[in-house]
């Protein structure tokens, strides 16, 4: 599909009904229905992109629980591309991919990025971690083993080095409505230079007429 193609050719002219050429396609299917049921009925004039959303949080302190997205207004650039842990007014997002690794910086609290590391190179044992994603506080994926991320019992690891946990059941995330993803760990091993940072991928819905381009 073109990132840049409108919904408009997507829906049908009664509210709520999808054009049939778009059952192939259950991620917009999704993506539509949530919109509608949050009131969000100009979604027919907007356009599908792709849509990355990241956090980071520090493991100077030893700690078996992350809490991803919560007060990220409070972080900027490299550590998080959100102001807020909620999309805008006019945005909706389809999550497809999941995925944690290690960036090293220069100093503790500094921007300077040293390096990035997959799980597997410097914190293997976190691996045997549950990640769970919740909106509105509510639980919305249960408990899911971060060992199926890494490459060895990843089935569509397509090298040894692919760490990354493909949604079997791809998450909607409605307009405005705040989501946080939580990370529970046995490994508690710290380091001042050191985070932890989650990746989601997938498709979104920007508000945006292609008449405007």
Do not use: W
């Amino acid at each position: 599909m073109d990132e840049n193609v409108t919904l408009s050719a997507m829906v049908r002219n009664r509210a709520g009904a999808v054009s049939g050429r778009m059952s192939p396609n259950l991620e917009v299917d999704k993506m539509i229905a949530a919109a509608h049921q949050m009131g969000f009925k100009n979604i027919s004039k907007g356009q599908v992109t792709s849509r990355v959303i990241y956090d980071m949080l520090p493991l100077t302190v030893a700690s078996n629980t992350f809490s991803f997205f919560t007060n990220c207004g409070a972080r900027t650039f490299p550590r998080t591309n959100l102001t807020q842990n909620r999309l805008e007014v006019n945005e909706v997002m389809v999550i497809a991919h999941v995925n944690f690794h290690i960036v090293t910086f220069s100093a503790a609290g500094a921007n300077p990025v040293v390096s990035i590391e997959p799980l597997s190179t410097t914190f293997a044992g976190m691996y045997r971690s549950d990640y769970s994603i919740e909106l509105s506080n509510q639980q919305v994926i249960k408990p899911t083993p971060l060992d199926a991320q890494f490459a060895n019992f990843n089935r569509y690891a397509k090298h040894t080095l692919h760490e990354n946990s493909k949604m079997m059941s791809h998450l909607v995330i409605p307009p405005q409505t705040e989501f946080t993803v939580k990370l529970q760990t046995t490994n508690a091993t710290t380091s001042t230079t050191k985070e932890i940072m989650v990746v989601l991928e997938g498709i979104g819905f920007i508000n945006a007429p292609a008449t405007k381009y």
